[in-house]
């Protein structure tokens, strides 16, 4: 008998049933939200090879990315703020409706926000925080949408294929989706510069691409992006130097050839496994860590480095310090950038108010300014006469035969090197 067909139930015990289903679903999903968070917090998914919380849901737990972003999201909000779980499991607040208001609960407000939140649909949560958090108007525009015809395609498409959108779109058009095993369909908005650079990269590649062949353009410019920072990297080049120098013992710098051979031997992905031999797949941020600590005198060597993410870094730095210290010292790091930065940031305001300063400084009073049509009458240059000017500083109220005569003996004074140097401080 197929337990899924309920034909045989009658109205009254399938509308109890449904009731009862859903109020379970509601339990159900508040439960396994606070052992997400709680397992969230302790990072147990490192420990099983999984680089975030969103991998090990989407990959260990089989949730879609969506579900797994939204459940960790409400997951974490509700670690923080009392009454969240509650209010799912009872049915008052549905869980989209706790993504929405996530942004806006904190501990303080939890319980008078989702009280105002019960029972409501996902519009009537959007008006809720519309009043309580309202934004800027929107500016009036109409955008292009797709074409019939030409599906993914947005804006206008020239006569040899490149679309051009006259206004940024939403990033939520861009996507990628497989058409088959071998090829993806690719849709994205790009920018009118993005555009233009486009299209002459494709008139600097000539006959070598079909006019029409996007694709090809496009290949030939991620291989270019790659070659490009793979050099930045680990200094890859098609003729690597061999080895000549004696590395340095004692040195934390990893050479670019150790980089080089660590990233291929280790195929560019983090290299934990779990207990049950599960390898992390991590490929982004990938970090060259030493497997005998440079601390305990662990030596830059291809066998002495290893790719890590920077999840599992930290995960195997807390197994071997502790993570006491490991906290410790990412706080007094922590610290330290902070200071660095509040240093950096002192010193730019000293030399932005020394300019500011040094204009002042440079610029000419009204009666100083007086002078520079007479010195130039005499054929005194722009720039001396302005110097000369300001030897006036100090004569405000003085005739202006009497600046005249200042300001040409300070230009007497610099040509005549026989003269003791003369400053407006000290003349």
Known sequence: MNRFSLTHLSNEVLRSDLITKAA??????AELLAHIAEFDERKLYLPQAYESMLAYCVGELRLSEDASKKR??????????????????????????LRLLAPHLSPENAAELLAAA?????????????????RLDVPAMVTPTCTEGAPGHLGNTDPQGVTSAPVAAA?????????SAESFAVQFTRSHEADERFRYARTLLGSRV??????????????????KLEKVRFGACANPRKRGRERR???????????????????????YESES????EARA???????????????????NIRLRCPGHNQHTAEQTYGAGFMKQKREEEGAARAAAKGERARIREEKARARAQKEAESRLLPHEEELLPWLGALGIRNGEARDAARWCRQMADAPIEDRMKRALASIGARIGRTMRPVSPSNA
């Open 118 to 134: 019960t029972d409501k649909t996902k519009d009537d949560i959007e008006r809720l925080l519309a009043e309580r958090s309202p």
């Open 285 to 303: 941020d990938l970090q060259f860590d030493h497997i005998k600590e440079f601390a305990r005198g662990g030596e830059a060597t291809v066998d």
């Open 210 to 227: 079909k006019s029409n062949d996007l694709a090809e353009v496009y290949d030939r410019a991620i291989e270019a992006l790659i070659t």
């Open 277 to 280: 031999g599960r390898r992390c």
């Open 24 to 29: 379970r679903e509601n339990e159900a999903t």
């Open 72 to 97: 960790i999201q409400a997951a974490r909000v509700g670690r923080t703020c009392p009454g969240v779980f509650e209010a799912l499991e009872s049915g008052r607040v549905h869980l989209t409706g």
């Open 249 to 271: 013992t004692g040195s934390r710098h990893i050479s670019n050839d150790v980089k080089r051979e660590v990233w291929i031997r280790d195929q560019g992905r983090c290299t």
């Open 171 to 179: 990033r939520s058009s861009d996507r990628v989706t497989p058409l």
